[in-house]
């Protein structure tokens, strides 16, 4: 090759090279130490409830207050917190500019597929006692079989008290599972289809086997289990209709490879982001320019329907409320705000690349991922960003040595996914997605690399205050 064409070849080809090779020793201990909280992050929370909580306690540590008690316009970085209904949560720090310039809304979900339990779950059946399931989200029903799993949640009672459950996570405490046929007598299974190799009436989850001692009572395994759930939670059996309750994987969050370069854990998807974007906004050191929110939401995994997820009005009315107390309507802010959707993508595995097309994929250690549209086949259910903000966001990214990539999710007629971003962008908000490439993506246990986790918390905070 020519010097002349090695010139041209440099400036005008578009690189993918691993980040890491790029990255100096201090760099990566940076990003191995940032995870380290991460890690611990994953393993608390493993339900919407419970990161809304533990994001509350962190927030009013760091100075935020509740926007409730706030009556008057807020002053450059003032810190405050909205709570919707337990399950999703803003955080906002007060930019020195005017609200009518605009917001920076960095927004990632904190709800996983799982199981839910039926508002009936507890039944019997041939000397076992067993919960009865409904799954929420995407998921590979057979994956769900022969693992470890703990149960969360809350209980709501007649009397106007609740009772949160978190049984399967700590030594020494019982577990569940859902049992699966032994390969020896699995033809028949074998014959099914892949996605009916479990059906959903199968994901019936063993809890227990003893009878209580009484030979007169019919039942006697659930009378048994019902009274053990009424001296440990002073619950009876009616308590199930009015309950949340989730069972998920009892896996502990684990370095992945002799290297200890990625992260295996149960919620990746998409908590992976909300930490990053939640650690960003609490490292805002002074005022901003423009005023920064970070929102935890829940719901995206069946459609971001209903009263927590972000195709309801909350994140709207947060905003229309801050534009009132300096005197704007909320139409005035939105229009000129920007927003980084922080949702996963699918990471590029060498293992299974059919559905993948190279050139457009993401890959471990490249850093974190811009996907200018999500959506399935003919981009169905995405808001597809615009030209102008893709640069703009590639630009800001570039300046400040952020580390980042783009990808899409699968060939076109592959299949695809949605995310929150277009919940966002239908209110006049520049909106893109940026996330972390993850591996195994909506299994019980999934894969990341700490540079792109790292990565993913140095896009957002750059995004807040540059």
């Known amino acids: 090759m020519s010097e002349k064409a090695k010139q041209l070849k440099e400036m005008l080809f578009n690189k993918k090279e691993c980040g890491v090779d790029f990255m100096t020793d201090d760099e990566l201990k940076e990003c191995d130490d940032f995870c380290e909280g991460y890690k611990d992050f994953l393993y608390t929370c493993k339900t919407e409830r419970e990161v809304a909580a533990w994001v509350e306690n962190l927030a009013q540590a760091n100075g935020f207050q509740s926007f409730d008690e706030f009556g008057d316009a807020l002053e450059p970085g003032e810190k405050v917190y909205y709570m919707n209904r337990g399950k999703a949560i803003i955080l906002c720090v007060k930019g020195k500019r005017s609200i009518k310039d605009g917001v920076r809304i960095s927004a990632a979900h904190i709800d996983s597929p799982r199981l839910d339990l ?79 190799l479990v059906k959903g009436e199968e994901l019936n989850v063993v809890i227990g086997s003893r009878p209580f001692k009484d030979d007169e009572e019919s039942e006697r395994i659930k009378l048994n289990l019902l009274s053990i759930l009424y001296e440990k939670y002073g619950i009876v059996e009616r308590d199930f209709l009015s309950a949340e309750l989730e069972l998920v994987p009892a896996f502990t969050v684990d370095d992945i490879g002799f290297d200890r370069s990625m992260i295996g854990g149960y919620g990746h998807d998409d908590r992976v982001c909300s930490y990053p974007a939640l650690q960003a906004i609490l490292n805002i050191d002074d005022a901003p320019e423009y005023t920064a929110i970070t929102v935890l ?170």
């Open 118 to 196: 039926k508002q009936c779950p507890v039944y019997e059946q041939e000397g076992l006692g067993y919960f009865k399931t409904h799954y929420y989200g995407g998921i590979k029903k057979y994956q769900w079989t022969a693992i470890p799993l703990s149960l969360h949640g809350r209980i709501c009672k007649n009397d106007g008290t609740f009772v949160d459950v978190r049984v399967g996570e700590e030594k020494g405490e019982p577990k569940f599972c859902i049992t699966d046929i032994l390969p020896h007598l699995s033809a028949d299974q074998l014959t099914r289809k892949a996605n009916e």
């Open 297 to 466: 939401t829940d719901k995206e995994e069946t459609g971001s329907d209903g009263n927590t997820g972000l195709n309801s009005s909350y994140l709207k009315y947060f905003i229309e409320d801050l534009a009132r107390l300096e005197g704007y309507e909320g139409r005035d802010v939105l229009r000129n705000s920007k927003c980084l959707s922080a949702d996963v993508n699918a990471g590029y595995d060498p293992t299974w690349s059919t559905p993948f097309e190279k050139n457009n994929s993401s890959f471990l250690n490249n850093g974190v991922c811009v996907t200018k549209f999500t959506g399935a086949r003919g981009k169905s259910g995405t808001s597809d960003a615009s030209a102008e903000y893709a640069s703009w966001v590639k630009t800001l990214l570039e300046e400040n040595h952020v580390l980042w990539q783009t990808g899409e999710l699968g060939k076109v007629d592959a299949g695809g996914g949605g995310t929150v971003a277009m919940y966002i962008a239908n209110l006049d908000v520049d909106t893109i997605d940026v996330g972390v490439p993850v591996l195994s993506m909506h299994a019980p246990y999934e894969v990341v690399a700490k540079v792109d986790v790292y990565m993913a918390y140095k896009a957002f905070l750059t995004f807040f205050t540059k």
